[in-house]
């Protein structure tokens, strides 16, 4: 097989490894807190995942150039056997961590990996060493204790806002036009209301229900569903770049030769990430939900928009940020408002170890699988 071609292949099994693992991060919130099932989180997860994944490929420029050429000696000749290697190594260990339940960064094992097998073909004098620490390492760092920090401190305010909303909500009554709220004593007004005759905007009863009123609530529990998508988006939009980037290793140019070719790449890796989140990402979704603080909907809420602001905002300006780091540090920042003993330290402790073997395990696994193809090639 080509080795191109087995690297584009390579590439898709790690974005369904990724997939696997990351998909947690952003709707364990939802079960935690009882919005909803395992089943529909992980369906939601996965659709809004998928839609960031291929939004990336309009944001990627950043990202793609820190992971392809950013961290290697410019004139370096990168052989396709460390490509691979690189990609095996990653793969191995976020696919080991998915079925042990531990989530873990896909940022951090392809950095790993690229350190570890990079060593080996190129030694030290081959990587950008202040790159590495300044575009990678320091993130990498810096966003845990900068999301808890944000959990911590977005959460009151959110708790604020919530409470004046709880038991309101805003009610879209397709046959009478109207759209009308609703307050917690039961209080109804009228905000909007036309006789022009037009299709209906929703025929979907919901909570209004309870007062006479037939249509579409919009309340806190709907934001929630909204802030799990956003940071499912966001997820996608900060992870498939890295991943593709592995394409574009040592590479001056992208290995598309057109638009269509790009489309064809970043559309494979969304589906491929998809596909895992679906299938893969029941394990993790369990521990982030319900083994490491429980939560009502507002604490989620405050823990969704911490993860998908800071994401989104990485993913912009190119800082790979660990999409795991940000969204456990978070859950954590929201358990610690309730007291040390609201947070189950044992799996934090599990959590943070396997965030810290990652890099050795991943390069170890990159080195090993490096010299194996060097020989065969």
């Not at 369904?16 to 990351?22: P, R």
């Not at 290697?72 to 490509?83: C, D, K």
């Not at 269509?260 to 790449?265: L, N, P």
């Amino acid at each position: 097989m080509d080795s191109s071609l087995l690297a584009l292949l390579l590439v898709t099994t790690l974005a369904f490894a990724n997939g696997t693992n990351d998909v947690s991060k952003a709707i364990a919130t939802l079960v935690g807190s009882g919005i909803t099932n395992y089943r529909w989180a992980i369906a939601w997860g996965t659709a809004w995942t998928i839609v960031g994944a291929s939004a990336s490929a309009l944001v990627a420029g950043a990202m793609v150039t820190t992971f392809s050429r950013g961290l290697l000696r410019p004139g370096v000749i990168v052989p396709s056997a460390l490509i691979l290697g690189v990609l095996i190594g990653a793969i191995a260990w976020v696919l080991i961590a998915s079925r042990t339940g531990l989530p873990v960064s896909t940022t951090h094992a392809l950095t790993g990996a690229l350190v570890g097998a990079g060593l080996i073909a190129f030694g030290a004098h081959g990587l950008v060493w202040p790159t590495m620490v300044t575009k990678i390492v320091l993130p990498l760092l810096l966003s845990p204790a900068l999301a808890l920090l944000a959990s911590v401190l977005v959460h009151p305010l959110v708790q604020a806002l919530a409470a004046r909303w709880e038991g309101a909500c805003v009610c879209v009554m397709p046959a009478s036009r109207a759209l009308v709220t609703l307050d917690p004593q039961g209080v109804t007004r009228i905000l909007f209301q036309t006789q022009a005759f037009g299709p209906p905007v929703v025929d979907v009863p919901a909570r209004c229900d309870r007062s006479g009123l037939a249509g579409l609530a919009v309340g806190l529990d709907t934001i929630h569903w909204v802030s799990s998508g956003l940071a499912s988006l966001a997820r996608g939009t900060n992870d498939a770049p890295k991943i593709i980037a592995m394409l574009m290793l040592g590479a001056t140019v992208p290995p598309w030769e057109n638009p269509s070719g790009q489309a064809v790449v970043f559309g494979s890796v969304a589906l491929a990430m998809g596909l895992g989140s679906y299938l893969g990402g029941l394990r993790v979704t369990h521990v982030l939900a319900e083994k490491v603080t429980r939560m009502d909907h507002v604490e989620g809420l405050s823990a969704n928009l911490t993860t998908s602001s800071l994401v989104l905002i990485s993913a912009t300006v190119g800082l790979p940020v660990s999409t795991t780091h940000v969204s456990s540090s978070a859950i954590i920042g929201i358990g610690l408002l309730k007291g040390l003993r609201a947070v189950r330290w044992t799996t934090v402790r599990d959590m943070v170890l396997a965030w810290i073997v990652t890099l050795p395990a991943a390069g170890i696994l990159a080195c090993l699988a490096y010299l194996l193809i060097h020989r065969v090639l």
